[in-house]
């Protein structure tokens, strides 16, 4: 079977404009984002820009809902399991967390955060907020929302895009295109 030939009606498709893309929340469309030292950190149904944001706080992150672990018998049963119902889902992809939090005081109080940083240069992109400013019987790390700084990410169409950009750039200021010095060693 030729792949090609299968799947031309699928690429043949035009693509959904910027605005339409953000008007299609939590479609099937996965929106990915980067780091800006260009690292892929985020996958998520719903595009980053109609994520709700935080209205009291001096950061304005955007609020994204985790997806709940699995139940155990899902994860042993996985081939018997049905699709989610949630319109949205989103992943964090290779991000690393504090193990301990930081305590962020401002005019309304304080925040207990545990940070998300960018797995390859370190660059703190979102939080999450300790379970005790909810409630008085649970401690520890929340879970089930993540708090994501704007300006830490990057589309990947525009980071594509960019890079595209500076390509062509760098080769119409040099007619040559690239060129590569070669030395030739005799032994």
Known sequence: MDIATTSRAYFAMPSPSPDEKISL????TVYTYHCLCSHLLLATTTPLP???TRRHSHDAAHIMPLPPPAPAAL?????????????????????????????ITSDSGFEKRYLQRCGRCDLVVGYQLDWQQFSVD????????????PG????????????????SAASSSN???????VTEVKV
């Not at 929340?25 to 099937?28: D, I």
């Not at 589309?155 to 500076?166: I, L, R």
């Open 50 to 52: 109609s994520l709700p």
């Open 152 to 167: 830490g990410f990057v589309k990947t169409s525009d980071m594509v895009a960019n890079k595209m950009a500076s390509a």
């Open 175 to 181: 007619p040559m295109g690239s060129t590569v010095n």
């Open 75 to 103: 994860r042993k049963n996985s081939a018997d399991s049905t699709a989610s119902t949630h319109d949205h889902y989103g992943l964090l992809l290779s991000t690393r967390q504090e193990r301990q939090a930081e305590i």
């Open 138 to 149: 649970r401690t520890g790390r929340r879970e089930d929302y993540v708090f994501l700084l």
């Open 25 to 28: 929340q939590a479609s099937n």
